[in-house]
């Protein structure tokens, strides 16, 4: 039988056919058409920016959501987000967004969860669902624990492996997310049925979700998407402080920028990202230092075959990627 709340048909019905999750509308058995339900009734996203912003537009084009309450720190932000369409209601506060909220989204920087979990707690509803879509889980999820109090059954991390180097919701488009994977991290305690929820909402923008232990998903994150923003900030941070870097820049030629384009992401978000997961980001670090000092070594000593070796393993694990992603 199909999912979707309102359907009428059933197995072996005639006169009709139904889909599970067939786009805009289900035909019963007796022909009548019916329109399928939200996903999510009222939506309340803390943080409307490219994450966030991302989200709401992809719920609506999916019809996956009734409406949405959006907050955040630049009330000029916000009022693009009115402009664009993206929300349809700026609160003042996270507690007046989460009022009558089903679902419940911080799409914040990492530093400000455990200060927002603190503001909503009084206000959500007994079967609101909370989610975000941090970076970083450990922290956020130590941070829900102490804020939320019984609420915590009903909080589902998750993180979505997506983005851009832009920010704000002039950056968010609805695509962000189609064929994306998106984390799921839910603890022992949280409730089966938040956890479905979470998951069709993300499945709904075109996303694919797994689950992962809370630990494993810092140390894999760390290692994937930590330890690269850093080298990229690092490296055009030592460029730039370099007295002919005018020049350097003026020949940076398409590797440069390739490389680099994360450097130009939000540093707010990565500071807080980086403190959060040191544990984390320091053993990677640790082992790249360790990997880097090998390669000046090989240099060093004019070792053509050992650099010609770890090129051509690189390359081949690069090119695995792609077709994978293929």
């Not at 009222?42 to 709401?56: C, H, Q, W, Y």
């Not at 402009?83 to 530093?111: N, Q, T």
């Not at 900030?233 to 440069?256: E, N, P, Q, W």
Request: glycine fraction near 10%; proline fraction near 3%; aromatic fraction near 4%.
């Amino acid at each position: 039988m199909c999912s979707w709340t309102n359907c009428v048909a059933s197995p072996g019905s005639s006169g009709g056919t139904c889909e599970d999750r067939c786009g805009t509308t289900h035909r019963g058995s007796i022909g009548r058409v019916v329109e399928r339900q939200p996903v999510i009734g009222r939506l309340a996203i803390l943080g409307v920016g490219l994450i966030g912003g991302s989200l709401a537009r992809a719920l609506r084009a999916a019809g996956a959501v009734g409406e949405v309450a959006g907050c955040g720190r630049s009330q000029a932000n916000l009022r693009k987000a009115l402009e664009l369409g993206v929300i349809d209601h700026a609160e003042a506060s996270a507690a007046d967004a989460v009022r009558g909220a089903d679902m419940v989204v911080l799409a914040l920087p990492v530093g400000s969860m455990a200060s927002t979990f603190a503001q909503i707690a009084p206000h959500l509803g007994p079967r609101t669902v909370v989610t975000d879509v941090g970076s970083v889980k450990g922290s956020i999820v130590n941070a829900a624990r102490a804020a939320l109090g019984a609420h915590f059954v009903q909080f589902v991390p998750a993180h979505p492996i997506a983005g851009t180097e832009k920010s704000g919701v002039t950056a968010s488009f609805a695509g962000l997310f189609q064929g994306r994977r998106v984390v799921l991290t839910p603890l022992p305690e949280t409730d089966t049925s938040a956890i479905a929820q979470v998951q069709a909402m993300w499945q709904a923008t075109g996303a694919q979700t797994v689950v992962m232990d809370v630990a494993h998903h810092d140390e894999i994150l760390a290692a994937t998407s930590h330890l690269p923003h850093l080298l990229a900030f690092c490296l055009v941070d030592a460029l730039c402080t370099m007295d002919d870097s005018r020049v350097i820049f003026d020949f940076a030629g398409g590797g440069f920028r390739d490389f680099t384009r994360i450097a130009a992401s939000d540093p707010v978000m990565w500071r807080d990202i980086c403190l959060a997961n040191r544990t984390a980001v320091l053993a990677a670090l640790r082992q790249y230092r360790q990997d880097l000092d090998a390669l000046a070594q090989a240099v060093e000593r004019g070792d053509g075959a050992w650099l010609e070796t770890l090129f051509t393993r690189a390359r081949h694990e690069r090119e695995a990627l792609d077709r994978d992603r293929d």
